[in-house]
């Protein structure tokens, strides 16, 4: 997420619930967190600088232990049919950020974890 506040919230909120949280303003600082961490869950923007989530995707299916990693997107973009074939068996869940507000954007986290 590149959107520091967002970002923050989210994080925060995570920590709240006892989750162990990395952040990345981007793509390319999300694969070295992902090489650092090797996380269960990924919550992923598509609209980021230096290297976006449809790349950051791409190049996380190259590495070892990708597939244990579940992949949340939560994404301001309007998803067209080449997008959404882009994601097709890479992500758990898609979330839209203009459909959600945040409390519900997070709810729709919650219910994942759990």
């Given amino acids: 997420e590149d959107d520091i506040n967002t970002q923050t919230l989210m994080a925060e909120w995570l920590k709240g619930d006892g989750w162990e949280v990395h952040t990345?303003?981007?793509?390319?600082e999300g694969l070295q967190q992902f090489l650092k961490t090797e996380p269960g869950l990924i919550i992923?923007?598509?609209m980021m600088p230096a290297m976006d989530g449809f790349e950051f995707l791409e190049q996380l299916r190259q590495q070892p232990g990708a597939a244990d990693a579940s992949v949340i997107v939560v994404t301001a973009k309007d998803l067209d049919g080449e997008?959404?074939?882009r994601l097709n068996g890479g992500?758990?869940?898609?979330?839209q950020k203009g459909d959600h507000g945040i409390e519900n954007i997070l709810e729709e986290i919650k219910r994942y974890l759990n």
């Fill in 91 to 95: 992500v758990e869940r898609i979330i």
């Fill in 24 to 28: 990345a303003a981007n793509g390319l």
């Fill in 44 to 46: 992923l923007d598509l």
């Fill in 83 to 85: 997008d959404l074939e």
